[in-house]
């Protein structure tokens, strides 16, 4: 029998909520789990590590984008497998396996589906699953508060959009592989796992998380006009038609900026840096998904 642990985020859970899944675990044959409650998610990733210490073969992460991103820096490389309980506003992982928001299902999904080995990537040292983007992806994250997203969905992010439209091109300078892959402005760089980034948007339509390589883009567009273009590309699917996004692929991808920007992971912003150091580490992450995806 496995040892089962939940690292729930406990701001974004009902009581009622808690005790569905303690009862959905208790039938399965695990009465007693791990049990981690974090007041934010960046106190995810030491719980998750914790569980890991104690024994556990399935860490469940229960809450949004940040929670689930700690958690997978925490065991990604390890002989754990991931389980997701959905509960943020875009649920990037969660979406890009096809792992239900319904509560019952998503537990389910978590004792009994499918072991799905994925790549990761790592920025500065730590893991994504999903993307990492420097530049004005990371603001439009920034900016999408938990109070607005809690308030309008993913509509927030439209709206974190649009207060930034005016955000200036920087200087940048992209090695991917040891070559020079770009040199320019850019107002955003996006490094990715799977095909949609954050806000919804299709960056890599034809991304495999499981080939070993990371997708690379670099956005040119400049002023409201080409970025809502890019955008509206991005939306129905077709981001690579744009003529204002370039892009790669390959294993090790140094971006230089001329000065310090801000970058996100998986969602969850991170202090502005000038230079991200990124990796790809195949097949470091084991998660639990439904039996058809």
């Known amino acids: 029998m496995s040892t089962v642990a939940v690292v729930v985020h406990e701001k974004k859970v009902h009581g009622r909520d808690e005790a569905r899944v303690r009862e959905a675990l208790a039938a399965a044959g695990h009465p007693d789990p791990l049990w981690y409650a974090v007041p934010k998610s960046r106190k995810a990733r030491k719980r998750a590590r914790r569980a890991v210490r104690e024994g556990a073969d ?14 997978v820096d925490a065991v990604a490389g390890r002989h754990v497998d991931l389980a ?4 943020g506003t875009s649920n990037l992982l969660a979406t890009a396996l096809g792992i239900p928001e319904d509560l019952d299902e998503a537990v389910e999904v978590g004792l009994h589906g499918r072991r799905r080995t994925l790549d990761t990537g790592t920025a500065n040292g730590e893991h994504f699953a999903v993307v990492a983007g420097a530049g004005l992806d990371a603001l439009l994250v920034r900016d999408a508060d938990r109070a607005l997203k ?4 993913r509509l927030a992010y439209a709206y974190s959009g649009a207060r930034n439209l005016g955000f200036d091109a920087q200087a940048v300078e992209i090695t991917v592989d040891g070559r020079r892959a770009f040199r320019g402005r850019g107002t955003s ?12 948007l299709d960056v890599f339509e034809s991304s495999d998380p499981g080939d070993g390589v990371l997708e690379v883009g670099v956005v040119t567009a400049e002023g409201p006009l080409q970025l809502v273009r890019t955008a509206a590309r991005a939306v129905v699917g077709r981001a690579r038609r744009s003529p ?3 892009t ?3 294993r090790r991808v140094v971006v230089r900026f001329g000065r310090p920007v801000p970058y996100e992971l ?9 230079t991200l150091r990124v990796k790809v580490r195949p097949r470091s992450l084991t998660v639990r998904v439904p039996a058809g995806s």
């Open 266 to 274: 998986d969602g969850g912003d991170r202090k502005p840096a000038r």
């Open 248 to 250: 790669t692929q390959g």
């Open 84 to 87: 997701i309980i959905p509960a």
């Open 150 to 153: 809690a308030r309008v969905g």
């Open 189 to 200: 760089v996006l490094v990715g796992n799977t095909p949609r980034a954050v806000g919804g």
């Open 244 to 246: 204002f996004l370039r």
């Open 58 to 71: 399935v860490v469940f992460a229960w809450g949004g984008d940040g929670t689930v991103q700690r958690c």
